[in-house]
């Protein structure tokens, strides 16, 4: 039976939500052309399928070995390009590791690869839906070779629930090359553990309209209030005031989360090119006529060291209670 | 140290895009086009490792048109040593076909270190990178916001989510640039005079297309008009009532 493969992610053991995604995007693909779902989990020994299959797999493929524990981009491509020989079509994540990890599966496939779809259907041929010019255009694409390698970004597919076998199956994992081409050595973690703007829920931003960088707290109080992750504008983050990990936009990151509040962001053309597909947009703005008033649902005007605050005071009381 | 560094032209981010009559392209006149941001990292990356060995030679590949020229003479401007412009029409987003047009170009060039932006800002594909160095089977790095290279050997430190992935690598190897990693300069009057003179080579070329076709170019769909809920502090409660009961994400 055809099947499809997707590539899962984990960290220090853990499967990482979006691989849910993941799984998702795969039944999808899968259930429209009959095909099954194989899940493929790469790490150290005494990962956990639990749950995989009520997320969509039909089976799992585990590759595990000691030296697997962090990603090994070319141990981790030969692997996922073996499981995937066979399969319509390979589908993962459009994480740090799957933008790396998919480009490189589909080079040794001889496959055709595309990042950011939106949706994906059909069989035999597969036609995608994806963002160009970040986002100013879709473009839809027909893929007439198979199989495809195919990555989805974060929260644009809801995980399901399936309720497939998921039986596991371990695959052989090839001894590694020596000397290694490339190795990695660490992962370094900052001493508190920072929410990703790119796969938060909840997103809130901060630009110019937070007037001096000390000032940013009024952004990360409200932030920490709701759970959700700190973005910036390219404004910001080119005076130095915050890190390039944060910056929303063309030239930083395209966020779709469920909500995303600007403060401060007039809302120029790169950066509403990275947070317009967000399902619910707060903009905060001292201009009336800032072009971000023109994407958002919901707005204010006023200055934004007035109006975050206020906005952090009640979002405490609610989740107080 | 030899490097080449992939570049490739753009439309400008600040750019309005408009689709063309076809329903496939974007029109292009009227736009600004660039050197890739991403690549500009690129670029700058190789013009400091060769400046810190104090020699070694840099040269700019491109794929696409004579337009790409303007480019390529960026580039140079800022201080690599010459081009190579590998003439091909590219219609649909084929990361592979570029791919392998690259890495056959780039396997002839006995290059220690090859550079990319990790993305093209105008299909946004982030994939040419990753690709040419496993066809070539070389090391690669993507998105590295920090790079050391000595003795042959390389590290190279790259962010993924809530931390920073380090690695270490042999040359000849490959890596794809991320914002953070350096400050790119704008190129001198004299470097702008002296790239008009530098070697920019052209071969026309072939792609291998890989069974992708783009059949549709569209706008996004317009997202539903909002509404200003209030002016100041005093209007945060309605904002969290609508927030709450109307778009029910708290």
Same mark, same amino acid.
């Given at each position: ?321 | ?80 040593? #010459?081009?190579?412009?590998? #003439? ?108 008009? #003179? ?45 927030? #709450? ?6």
């Amino acid at each position: 039976m055809a099947a499809i493969l997707a590539v899962l992610e984990q960290r220090n053991g853990e499967i990482k939500r979006v691989s849910h995604e993941v799984l998702a995007a795969a039944r999808g693909l899968a259930d429209g052309m009959g095909a099954e779902v194989h899940a493929l989990l790469i790490g150290a020994p005494g990962m956990s399928a639990d749950g995989l299959g009520g997320a969509g797999a039909d089976k799992v493929l585990l590759a595990a070995d000691d030296s697997l524990g962090l990603y090994q981009a070319h141990r981790y491509a030969y692997i996922a390009a073996q499981a995937g020989t066979d399969k319509a079509a390979v589908v993962l994540a459009g994480t740090a590791m799957g933008k790396d990890l998919g480009p490189r599966i589909a080079a040794r496939m001889g496959a055709p690869y595309f990042n950011d779809v939106k949706t994906m259907e059909g069989s035999g041929e597969i036609t995608i839906t994806r963002p160009m010019y970040s986002g100013k255009a879709i473009a839809t694409v027909k893929i007439t070779a198979s199989p495809c390698v195919l990555s989805v970004p974060p929260n644009a597919f809801a995980p399901v629930d399936a309720g497939k076998a998921g039986a596991t199956e371990d695959v052989a994992v090839p001894a590694p090359v020596e000397p290694a081409r490339a190795t990695t050595v660490e992962i370094k973690e900052p001493e508190h553990a920072v929410l990703d703007v790119a796969e938060a829920s909840i997103v809130v931003a901060g630009g110019r309209g937070v007037k001096e960088e000390g000032d940013f707290n009024v952004v990360e109080e409200l932030a920490a209030a709701l759970n959700g992750a700190v973005g910036a504008s390219r404004a910001v983050v080119d005076n130095g005031w915050r890190s390039h990990s944060e910056q929303v936009g063309q030239t930083g990151k395209t966020v779709s989360p469920n909500l995303y509040i600007a403060l401060g962001i007039s809302g120029a053309i790169q950066h509403l090119a990275g947070m317009r597909t967000s399902k619910v947009i707060v903009a905060v703005n001292k201009d009336p006529d800032a072009p971000i008033f023109k994407v958002a649902d919901y707005g204010i005007v006023g200055d934004v060291m007035e109006v975050a605050p206020r906005l952090t005071e009640e979002i405490k009381k609610i989740s107080e209670g | 140290m030899k490097i080449a560094v992939c570049v490739k032209r753009v439309p400008d981010t600040e750019a309005r895009i408009k689709v063309g009559g076809d329903g496939k392209s974007i029109e292009e006149s009227g736009v600004k086009f660039v050197l890739n941001p991403f690549d500009e990292y690129a670029v700058e990356e190789a013009i400091k490792l060769k400046e810190t060995a104090g020699g070694g030679e840099i040269v700019v590949v491109s794929l696409g048109t004579d337009a790409n020229q303007e480019t390529m003479r960026t580039a140079l401007a800022m201080g690599a040593d #010459k081009g190579v412009l590998l #003439k091909a029409d590219v219609a649909a987003p084929d990361t592979l076909a570029v791919a392998k047009a690259l890495a056959a170009e780039l396997k002839e060039g006995g290059y220690d270190l090859i550079l990319f932006g990790k993305l093209a800002v105008d299909d946004g594909c982030h994939a040419v990178g990753a690709m040419v160095a496993e066809l070539m089977e070389l090391p690669c790095v993507s998105s590295i916001s920090k790079l050391e290279i000595a003795d042959g050997k390389g590290k190279a430190e790259r962010e993924i989510e809530g931390g920073v992935e380090v690695v270490v690598f042999s040359l000849p190897a490959a890596a794809t640039t991320e914002k953070g990693l350096n400050e790119p300069r704008y190129p001198a009057l004299k470097g702008i005079m002296m790239a008009k #003179k530098k070697p920019l080579e052209k071969k026309d070329i072939t792609l291998e297309a890989s069974g992708v076709e783009l059949t549709a170019l569209a706008y996004p769909p317009e997202r539903k008009e909002g509404r200003i809920v209030g002016e100041g502090p005093d209007a945060v409660p309605a904002l969290i009532d609508a927030l #709450k009961n109307e778009a029910k994400v708290l």
